[in-house]
């Protein structure tokens, strides 16, 4: 399968890259070129791919994605001490139709998937996030989504998709993968209270922003169990963006997006992530810094993942037993990083969609509460998912 829906990164930007130091991330990717062609992907662990699609934007005006600021702000920035190699796969430009483009982009991320690469996607408009889903058909049975967002985008299922809507389409169309969906950053007055009432009936997790702002450390275990992670810009406050980018004067700053972005990237389970609602402007060099430092953020986490299966390894893991009222709760804490786990059991007689005992991520915090005899809502949320 070659990647027939990819054109190339713009000479524009190669021209730039060109007086670039050698030290340079420009320097350092592979890089889809007119000139060159698509590059070899045999070593490659992860690939950024813009995505020129918005027409599903509420409020689309004609406008058209333009990624190229990013590209250049991007290239200019020196790796870490990366064992990763990169590629820039360039661009899917529009469809004829919206339905053209979700088609090429989960072709793309399939074909990326099924070679262990992660692909970083850059938009455009979030319902491409639906896209990103549908892609996992026939890779994994069950997947995790985590948006990073002021909105749950849950909408109307009812009427056709849009960017602040997307949700509804993944929850109903079959087949029916998605275990779990997490919002991150969530501000309360964006959303109404039936979509709130509908994330607790789902047992989906939402976290209030005053609750990431608190403790940014409680989205690391979020991010652990996510397969799919959707970032909307508009989570991010207006006074770090620029004037075309701002939405709301309260936000995630600048430190706590990267810091997601790299909890994102350490997780080994995020096998895909997509910055989205991207909007360009002549002014726009801080929005785009800001987003190339989250995919900067990104791939060093990836450069630091550490595998740990503690179901599996009785030498480097601690194991907790802890009873409340009628039931056990096994927690693990890895000697190694400290990270902790917690069982949800198998439960043959439902209609589960764990197939297995399987790990939840948690905090030492949610340990703390079992012992005092109060279950973990994490841990509740999963195990209810599992039963019915």
Same mark, same amino acid.
């Given at each position: 399968?070659?990647?027939?829906? *990819?054109?190339?990164? /713009? ?40 995505? !020129? ?59 990326? !998937? ?50 602040? /809507? ?51 450390? !409680? ?15 508009? /989570? ?74 503690? !179901? ?34 198998? *439960? ?38 599992? /039963?019915?």
């Amino acid at each position: 399968m070659t990647f027939n829906f *990819l054109s190339p990164v /713009s000479d524009e930007v190669l021209a730039d890259n060109e007086l670039l130091l050698p030290h340079a991330l420009g320097k350092k990717f592979k890089i889809h070129s007119n000139a060159d062609g698509l590059p070899d992907l045999d070593d490659v662990k992860i690939a950024i791919i813009g995505v !020129l699609e918005n027409r599903n934007d509420v409020n689309y005006i004609g406008t058209d994605v333009q990624l190229n600021m990013i590209r250049k702000v991007l290239y200019h920035l020196f790796p870490g001490n990366w064992h990763t190699t990169v590629a820039d796969l360039g661009d899917i430009r529009k469809g004829d139709s919206v339905e053209d483009t979700y088609f090429a982009l989960r072709t793309t991320i399939n074909v990326l !998937l099924e070679k262990q690469i992660i692909p970083i996607i850059l938009g455009g408009s979030q319902d491409l996030t639906y896209s990103n889903y549908r892609a996992y058909d026939g890779i994994l049975p069950m997947v995790n989504i985590v948006n990073v967002d002021s909105n749950f985008d849950l909408g109307d299922s009812t009427l056709p998709i849009k960017n602040n /809507s997307y949700l509804g389409k993944i929850i109903l169309e079959q087949p029916y993968n998605l275990f779990n969906y997490s919002t991150i950053g969530y501000q309360t007055y964006f959303n109404s209270q039936e979509e709130i009432d509908l994330m607790e009936k789902l047992y989906f997790e939402a976290y209030r922003l005053g609750e990431v702002s608190k403790s940014i450390a !409680l989205v690391e275990p979020v991010m652990r169990d996510a397969h799919i992670v959707s970032v909307d810009l508009k /989570s991010v406050k207006a006074s770090e963006l620029s004037s075309k980018q701002k939405y709301s004067p309260n936000g995630l700053d600048g430190k706590e997006i990267c810091a997601i972005a790299r909890y994102a990237g350490i997780s080994n389970k995020v096998s895909s992530f997509g910055v989205y609602e991207y909007q360009h402007s002549e002014d726009d060099h801080v929005t785009a810094m800001l987003v190339s430092q989250m995919l900067w953020y990104f791939i060093e986490g990836v450069n630091c993942r550490i595998k740990e299966d503690p !179901l599996n390894d009785d030498i480097n893991y601690q194991k907790f037993n802890v009873l409340i009222d009628d039931d056990e709760l096994i927690f693990y804490k890895s000697i190694k990083t400290g990270r902790w786990w917690i069982e949800i059991p198998f *439960l043959p007689e439902a209609n589960n969609k764990l197939k297995k005992h399987t790990l939840l991520p948690c905090m030492y915090e949610d340990y703390e509460e079992a012992i005092q005899g109060k279950i973990p809502e994490r841990w509740y949320k999963a195990y209810r998912k599992n /039963s019915f």
